[in-house]
């Protein structure tokens, strides 16, 4: 097992996709793409990249950082300009951080050229990347990204088209995948028949601009048009806009925990609003547990919602408990074991005056791991909190993720090797509440498809992969195998 004080104590989720294809709307298009990466950011801050179009000539650049430190004003202006473009932001679930894995891809084949951004992950990556293999094919990444890609080109080696190219691709692939991808002459976005992953589409004037959530819309001044429905393939040409629908079914499984916490709040996803439902979600937690208490604080960012719906819900005032950081940048490179461990201090500061001497319910979105549920609730006892209740806006973690989120083993999950009171002990807390499951289930009524909660059930909408996703070529060589190895050859 590895040392869960080490590891980070919040799910992170794998990507955002962003595209644009220009019918004259659009003054500059890699800014365009600059600002819906920029507002993307919350899903992913290990690397990002941008490929412009310009007449079938594809230009890109992607390297490892947030988008406001690999985009300078020398990468954008180098970038040039185009018709069609496509940004992406990563958080690395499958395949490793490092800059070979930063998307989106540019492939180039005997039927011209493709450029793709993934946000999810397969559940078969391991079996398709072994069939490319023993047929020849050299990855360069190790990334499920790359195995998306192969698939799709194999399909255009024998389809007219690349929308019937993923299309036929869809039949192979199985798991979590939205898509934004581009040929010479068309931009393409498509989404699993489960719907893992929102997809949604937008306009400006009458260019078309893809985007994992609406807030990037807003970013760039698009007027939202709808989602991209589960199964579903759309097309962008000059000509207009073409829908395939022959994956769409009436099953579908979007990961609620993009309500919960993955999603900005200013976001609607599938018909509702993520403000809205963490604000329902935190009205149920009153319902679930009410508690004598003097004041209702949220932690930042989306625990805050949550905390608002409590509050009204129960009638205790709401509070501003902490200030959090704005300007602390990526804490995961801090170079001491010290300065990691220090990192909650550093992000949030409680503020004094709103809890000290008083009984506080602090809500937050998760337990992963327990390390920065102990370390904030030390904080509100130092600024003299007399009581701290917490409530969590989701259910216990007990099960791997295998959809587009870094949970791959329920071994370093808190609530897995502990019950709720040995957590709360753990943790510090006078007492601990999680959002029940039938809860969590009707906090967006207004959400058109259905939800997934295996992390919370164990009940998997698609089967779980039969084997690791883990790369060989990310293992470490055991101990005396290059020695082996000599004498064999």
């Given at each position: ?109 005997i039927k011209g050229s493709m450029t793709l951004a993934h946000n999810g992950n397969l559940t078969n990556a391991a079996e398709l990347r072994e069939e490319q293999e023993l047929r020849g094919g050299i990855f360069q990444t190790t990334s499920d990204t790359e195995v998306i890609a192969y698939a799709i080109t194999n399909h255009r080696l024998t389809q007219p088209s690349i929308e019937k190219a993923v299309e036929g691709a869809m039949n192979d692939l199985k798991g979590a995948y939205s898509l934004v991808l ?261 906090v967006a009524p207004g959400c058109k498809l259905g939800f997934c909660n295996g992390c919370f059930t164990g009940d998997y909408p698609v089967a779980p992969p039969a084997r690791s996703q883990k790369n060989k070529f990310e293992e470490p060589l055991e101990p005396g195998f290059l020695t082996q190895k000599a004498a064999e050859d």
């Open positions: 097992m590895r040392d869960c004080a080490s590891q980070p104590d919040k799910l992170h989720e794998e990507c955002g996709v962003f595209g644009v294809f220009d019918r004259g709307d659009v003054e500059n298009i890699v800014g365009l793409c600059y600002y819906g990466l920029y507002a993307l950011q919350h899903r992913g801050q290990e690397s990002c990249g941008i490929a412009v179009n310009d007449n079938g000539v594809v230009t890109a650049f992607r390297d490892l950082g947030l988008v406001n430190e690999v985009f300078t004003k020398e990468a954008l202006t180098n970038l040039g300009t185009g018709q069609i473009a496509m940004g992406h932001v990563r958080y690395a679930t499958t395949g490793t951080h490092r800059r070979a894995n930063a998307q989106p891809l540019v492939i180039n084949h581009m040929s010479p002459r068309k931009l393409v976005a498509a989404r699993d028949p489960m719907g893992f992953r929102p997809l949604c589409m937008g306009q400006l004037g009458e260019s078309v601009v893809f985007a994992s959530e609406s807030c990037a819309l807003n970013a760039v001044g698009a007027t939202f048009v709808r989602d991209i429905e589960p199964g579903e393939i759309v097309v962008v040409t000059d000509e207009g806009i073409e829908s395939i629908r022959t994956h769409c079914s009436s099953k579908t499984s979007l990961c609620v925990f993009e309500y919960v916490y993955f999603a900005r709040p200013d976001s609607v996803i599938d018909g509702a609003s993520v403000h809205m439902a963490r604000m329902r979600a935190g009205q149920y937690l009153a319902k679930e547990y009410p508690i004598e208490a003097d004041v209702v604080i949220g932690v930042p960012d989306s625990g805050l919602d949550a905390a608002l719906g409590y509050s009204l819900e129960s009638g205790i005032p709401y509070g501003i408990g902490f200030l959090k950081n704005k300007y602390i940048g990526r804490t995961f490179i801090a170079p001491t074991q010290a300065q990691r461990e220090n990192d909650v201090r550093i992000k949030l500061n409680p503020i004094a005056a709103t809890v000290a001497g008083k009984r506080v319910v602090m809500v937050d979105d998760s337990i992963v791991r327990g390390t920065t549920s102990l370390k904030i609730i030390k904080l509100l006892r130092e600024a003299g909190a007399k009581e701290v209740h917490m409530l969590l806006s989701c259910p216990p973690f007990l099960y791997p993720c295998y959809f587009g989120t870094d949970i791959d083993s329920s071994e370093n999950l808190i609530a897995y090797n502990h019950t709720i009171e040995e957590i709360r002990q753990i943790i510090g807390a006078d007492s601990l509440g999680f959002l029940s499951i039938e809860a969590l289930g009707d």
